[in-house]
């Protein structure tokens, strides 16, 4: 299912990168008189092929962007890491050190295993975002029901009282 899931996540994103770059064109030609419009015009272009790209080979651009996000979480965990011990004085410094670190491991761990790991990384980090957002909702609609029950039960009293 990860895997699915890369695919239609960068098919979505190359089809949003199209749509972006003909948008941007389209802006550039109203933009009559301004000194950048060729340069407007060459940044909406790129849009447009990297979208195609990702559209014709979405096994190649999840590689692609897998290794990208790889790279990153290496150098935020590594920033996270001089930051907690810039914080070291304070209480809880170890948590930016420790997620730091951890950033460090999922970086070296997609790296090992690309490129296979642009197969399943974009689809998995997808999907646990999903599974944490739709958590985020149900407790959320929870604690509004809670809410909900506690003002009407006190609205009830309140008129019994009277």
Same mark, same amino acid.
């Given at each position: 299912?990860?895997?699915?899931?890369?695919?239609?996540?960068?098919?979505?994103?190359?089809?949003?990168?199209?749509?972006?770059?003909?948008?941007?064109?389209?802006?550039?030609?109203?933009?009559?008189?301004?000194?950048?419009?060729?340069?407007?015009?060459?940044?909406?272009?790129?849009?447009?092929?990297?979208?195609?790209?990702?559209?014709?080979? !979405? /096994?190649?651009?999840?590689? +692609?962007?897998? %290794?990208?996000? #790889?790279?990153? @979480? $290496?150098?935020? &965990?590594?920033?996270?890491?001089?930051?907690?011990?810039?914080?070291?004085?304070?209480?809880?410094?170890?948590?930016?050190?420790?997620?730091?670190?951890?950033?460090?491991?999922?970086?070296?761990?997609?790296?090992?295993?690309? !490129? /296979?790991?642009?197969?399943? +990384?974009?689809? %998995?980090?997808? #999907?646990?975002? @999903? $599974?944490?957002? &739709?958590?985020?909702?149900?407790?959320?609609?929870?604690?509004?029901?809670?809410?909900?029950?506690?003002?009407?039960?006190?609205?009830?009293?309140?008129?019994?009282?009277?």
């Amino acid at each position: 299912m990860t895997f699915g899931l890369t695919l239609a996540s960068v098919l979505f994103f190359g089809i949003l990168l199209v749509v972006e770059g003909i948008v941007q064109l389209v802006d550039a030609f109203k933009c009559q008189g301004w000194k950048s419009v060729l340069w407007h015009v060459l940044i909406a272009l790129l849009y447009v092929w990297g979208g195609i790209v990702m559209i014709i080979d !979405p /096994v190649l651009a999840s590689s +692609v962007l897998t %290794l990208m996000l #790889a790279w990153i @979480l $290496i150098a935020v &965990g590594v920033f996270r890491a001089i930051m907690a011990f810039q914080l070291r004085p304070a209480d809880g410094w170890f948590w930016p050190l420790l997620s730091g670190l951890v950033s460090i491991l999922l970086g070296a761990m997609i790296i090992a295993q690309w !490129p /296979v790991s642009g197969l399943w +990384v974009i689809g %998995l980090f997808v #999907a646990i975002e @999903l $599974i944490f957002n &739709g958590w985020g909702y149900v407790f959320i609609a929870l604690a509004a029901r809670k809410a909900g029950q506690a003002e009407s039960a006190g609205a009830r009293a309140s008129t019994t009282a009277a």
